[in-house]
Nanobody, 124 residues
Framework: QVQLVESGGGLVQAGGSLRLSCAAS????????RGWFREAPGKEREFVAT????????YYADSMKGRFTISRDNAKNTVYLQMNSLKPEDTAVYYC?????????????????WGQGTQVTVSS
């Protein structure tokens, strides 16, 4: 059974940092692109960051560039999202996902597997 399990969310003050992790099991995810998306109350799920299957390329939403860093450890089937300089508008449930085709990496509809989400709350 394929599972993606996020961890590392929590409450942090504006300007602080958090590191999210997403561990995958039940499949070979070293050949899948991995991404992070987020969903704030009353808003649609939005793209945050993605990393290709090799880890050679990363892509970020404009508002996250320079603040967030995505990385992966294929030996551990785990992807990370380091979030720095957090802002109250970063408050959301963060989801990790796996994209088996390594295509359309900013499109949530292209992802095949999803985690259950982890809450990130940034206080002002």
């Amino acid at each position: 059974q394929v599972q993606l399990v996020e961890s590392g969310g929590g409450l942090v003050q504006a300007g602080g940092s958090l590191r999210l992790s997403c561990a995958a099991s039940g499949g070979t995810f070293s050949s899948a692109a991995r991404g992070w998306f987020r969903e704030a109350p009353g808003k649609e799920r939005e793209f945050v960051a993605t990393i290709t299957r090799s880890g050679g390329s990363t892509y970020y939403a404009d508002s996250m560039k320079g603040r967030f860093t995505i990385s992966r450890d294929n030996a551990k089937n785990t992807v990370y999202l380091q979030m720095n300089s957090l802002k109250p508008e970063d408050t959301a449930v963060y989801y990790c996902a796996a994209n088996l085709r390594d295509l359309r990496l900013a499109d949530a509809r292209a992802y095949d597997y999803w985690g259950q989400g982890t809450q990130v709350t940034v206080s002002s």
